[in-house]
Every structure is written in C-alpha cells, then in structure tokens.
C-alpha cells in the first residue's frame, strides 16, 4: 500500500507542480489499467449529501464551464457513486475523489494517494467534521482541487507524449528555433520555414493543430494583447483555408484573454480565444503561449487550434494545451 499524504489542499497543489514523478515513483506494474475516460470522475458521497448543498457546492467546482470554448462543457464529466457502489471497476477509475465526514477530526483536510488499486490513478479523499466544514473547504479551495485533478490528466498525457512521438518534428523545431519540444505521435508536419512551424492532428470529425513562430523582440510595446493578436493574424494567414484564397484569423467577436504566469521560471503570457477562416466558414477555440527568448532576442510563440464542428471540443482542446509543458528552452 501506498503513503498515503494528507495535507491541506494549498500544499497539495504545490506537490502537484513537481511534475510527474510521483507517477512513476510510486508506480507498481502488477496494478491493473485504470478505467474511465479522460477527465471523468468518480464522486463518492452519501446520497443525503449529494443533495444537499455540499453536492450542489461540489457540482458547482467540478463540473463548472470550461471557458472559450463554442459550447458548454464541463470541467469534470461527474459520475456520483455511493460507498456501497464503490467495488470492482468503478474503485479502478482513473480519477477519484471522496467525502468522508468524522465528528472526530478538528479540521477538513485533503488526502491525496496516486495508483491505489490501478494505474495511473489519483484518489482524493476530502474529509471535515461535519457538512458545513466540508462545503466551505470546496468553496474557498475551488481552484486548487481543480489543479489537481487537471494537473493528473497532464501528466498522464505528458508520460505518454515522452513514450510514443514524433521525432522528425522535434528535429524540425530545434533546428529553427532552438528549442526542445517533444511532439505526440500523430502529428504531420504541414509547414517548415525559417520563422514558422505548423503541425497537425487529423480526426475523421475533428482537428488538432498547433504552429510555432519567432520575430525579434522589439520592447514590452510587442508583447500587449493588440500587439500580440496583430503577430497572430501575420503567421495564422499562412495556414490555409479549404477554399482558394481563405487562411486563418482571429475571431473580432469575442476578446481574448490575457494573462501572465510563471512555468519553470520562465513567463509566459497565455492569450485565448477563437479563430475563424477569411473568406469560408470555419473557426474554433485557440490558445496561445508566449515567451521571450533572450538568447535570441526574438518573442516565441506557440499557438494550439481546435476544429472540431461535431464534436466537444474540451478533450481536444486540454490534449494542445499540454504540449506547453513539452516545450524545453536551453539552460
């Protein structure tokens, strides 16, 4: 049996940026596959509180929209179980999460076990004294317990990545922007110049792309939203559209997000929105990532598309927000 780790919710979002080590560190080979699909989650609680307002608080955290995508999704495909159905394959699911309620404890606490009965798998286990502990724990925690849960699914899509890929990719975008990517199986290489990179994932129904482009840095002045999008527009025109003359753009209905944040000690700013075709009828969810890279002096972009018109979009879409975490600059 595994360690188990019981540690408020803040810490366990720390341990979950170490990668994914407490995967293999933790592994065990006679452990069975785990069941489930990505992003589905196993909630067991008690039906008295699954009507209650901790499962409306938990319904509310877990299964909340996904933002810039062209229809509802959730973050979690949620699947409630009681103790009593939590036996065979449903205790091999790939993500667990339970509620235990102890008129013992002092505080709410979660505690965090990877692979218990099958792998890769996390198991958290949320317990408080009574109800009302547990709720207000969820309530001011909401992004943490989504972090772990999220950060589990990355890392089983990173294992795979680093297991089964592309190298003749990876050889490409090294050699034109220096950088080490690791690149999934799957991908075909579309376009290779100087400046820009396009690599794409094709479905029967759906599409996965992304496309990597450098230009000197020129100041903060180049790395504002409009500063950003206008670069976009330049490199996105040279993907094509499915009509002569067509090519990809940034959608002007919806603004799209900005923010800044930290991987690894490099900042990245993350813009997302969606894209649509001049000249046909197409467009979908993007997301872009931007960095500086001051051995060159020149801005580094990676911009990951979904096309998928019958389909969700949400799977598609956490599979190109992944490859970020497989971009690797020189030290």
Not at 5 to 23: K, S, Y
Not at 152 to 168: F, H, K, P, Q, V
Not at 195 to 200: G, K, N, V, Y
């Amino acid at each position: 049996m595994k360690k188990r780790l019981l540690l408020a919710l803040v810490a366990l979002v720390a341990l979950a940026g170490t990668g994914c080590d407490a995967f293999h560190k933790l592994n065990n080979d006679h452990k069975k596959s785990a069941q489930g699909r990505p992003y589905e989650l196993i909630v067991v609680c008690p039906q008295d509180k699954w009507t209650g307002e901790l499962g409306d608080t938990l319904r509310s955290v877990l299964t909340a929209p996904v933002p810039y995508l062209n229809q509802t999704e959730p973050h979690f495909d949620v699947l409630r179980v009681t103790e009593r159905g939590f036996s065979g394959m449903v205790a091999d699911h790939r993500n667990i999460l339970k509620v235990v309620t102890d008129p013992k404890l002092d505080s709410t606490t979660v505690a965090v076990q990877y692979d218990v009965t099958s792998r890769p798998q996390i198991v958290l286990t949320l317990q408080g004294p009574d109800n009302r502990h547990l709720t207000d724990y969820v309530s001011a925690h909401r992004e943490q317990l989504l972090a772990v849960l999220e950060k589990a699914e990355r890392d089983r899509a990173i294992e795979s990545a680093l297991r089964y890929n592309e190298t003749g990719i990876q050889k490409a975008i090294l050699k034109n922007f220096g950088v080490e990517m690791t690149v999934p199986k799957g991908y075909i290489l579309a376009a290779d110049q100087p400046d820009f990179l396009w690599a794409r994932f094709e479905y029967p129904e759906a599409s996965q792309g992304f496309f990597i482009y450098s230009y000197p840095y020129a100041g903060k002045e180049a790395l504002t939203p409009e500063a950003l999008i206008a670069a976009r527009n330049q490199f996105a025109a040279r993907i094509p559209g499915p009509s002569d003359g067509s090519y990809m753009t940034t959608s002007e209905l919806f603004v799209p997000g900005y923010r800044i944040f930290k991987l690894e000690g490099r900042v990245w700013i993350e813009m997302r929105g969606f894209w649509d075709v001049e000249g046909d009828f197409m467009g979908g969810p993007y997301v872009s990532y931007t960095t500086v890279d001051e051995r060159t002096g020149r801005v580094f972009t990676l911009d990951c598309y979904v096309y998928s018109p019958h389909l969700h979009k949400r799977n598609f879409m956490r599979g190109v927000e992944h490859l970020l975490y497989l971009v690797k600059f020189p030290d």
